[in-house]
């Protein structure tokens, strides 16, 4: 999936979210990014007519690290699930 480049919407809300934001505006954030991806990947899908399951995969790790980044025990732990949803490969989904 061929990647635009940011808007300043965009890098604004990526700098939010890399500084100590609270665990709620944390998963509000990575919702919203979560949301604009997957409207992009059903754009993509329409327009193709073919269906990128690596991209459906990437996009399903990082909703679960939205989950999970929700009942973190602490704000780091929340932003360290989020940065890295490549790592719940293998995790069960709740």
Same mark, same amino acid.
Not at 33 to 53: K, S
Not at 67 to 76: G, H, K, V, Y
């Given at each position: 999936?061929?990647?635009?480049?940011?808007?300043?919407?965009?890098?604004?809300?990526?700098?939010?979210?890399?500084?100590?934001?609270?665990?709620?505006?944390?998963? +509000?954030?990575? &919702?919203?990014? #979560?949301?604009?991806?997957?409207? %992009? =990947?059903?754009?993509?899908?329409?327009?193709? /007519? +073919?269906?990128? &399951?690596?991209? #459906?995969s990437r996009l399903a790790? %990082? =909703?679960?690290?939205?989950?999970?980044?929700? /009942? +973190?025990?602490?704000?780091?732990?929340?932003?360290?699930?989020?940065?890295?949803?490549?790592?719940?490969?293998g995790v069960?989904?709740?």
């Amino acid at each position: 999936m061929n990647k635009k480049p940011k808007s300043k919407l965009e890098e604004l809300v990526d700098e939010l979210a890399e500084e100590g934001l609270p665990r709620h505006l944390r998963v +509000a954030y990575a &919702l919203y990014d #979560l949301a604009r991806d997957m409207v %992009r =990947a059903a754009n993509e899908a329409r327009d193709t /007519e +073919a269906v990128d &399951l690596g991209e #459906l995969s990437r996009l399903a790790r %990082r =909703a679960l690290a939205v989950r999970l980044a929700a /009942e +973190a025990e602490s704000d780091q732990k929340a932003r360290e699930v989020l940065s890295h949803p490549h790592r719940m490969k293998g995790v069960e989904c709740p």
